[in-house]
């Protein structure tokens, strides 16, 4: 198995790309939902590499943000992350996706 030279992107832009790949089962309205969710989520990777990306960057997401947000919004923010990981890992971004 190797990593795909794309694994240079940061989690925000394979986050755009993952959500491109998605919106078209999705309603409009959802769409600007996830968009949203991916903004909040990128200041917390600090433009890393989505290769580079550490469970340190996610529990600082926790930490930070999780106080400060609705569970529901909390819940739909992870979703989110999880489904970016696992693009990454499917399209060979990223070797493994730790849980």
């Keep these: 198995m190797t990593i795909s030279e794309d694994s240079n992107l940061t989690f925000e832009q394979t986050a755009k790309h993952w959500l491109e790949t998605v919106k078209h089962a999705l309603s ?3 769409v600007v939902r996830k968009e949203i969710h991916i903004r909040e989520l990128a200041p917390f990777f600090a ?3 989505i290769r580079n990306a550490t469970p340190h960057h996610c529990d600082r997401w926790v930490s930070e943000r ?5 569970p529901q919004t909390f819940a739909h923010e992870l979703e989110v992350m999880r489904a970016v990981f696992d693009f990454a890992m499917e399209r060979g971004l990223i070797l493994s996706n730790r849980r």
Excluded at 66 to 70: N, Y
């Design 47 to 49: 433009g890393a590499s």
């Design 66 to 70: 999780g106080p400060k947000i609705a």
């Design 28 to 30: 409009p309205s959802t």
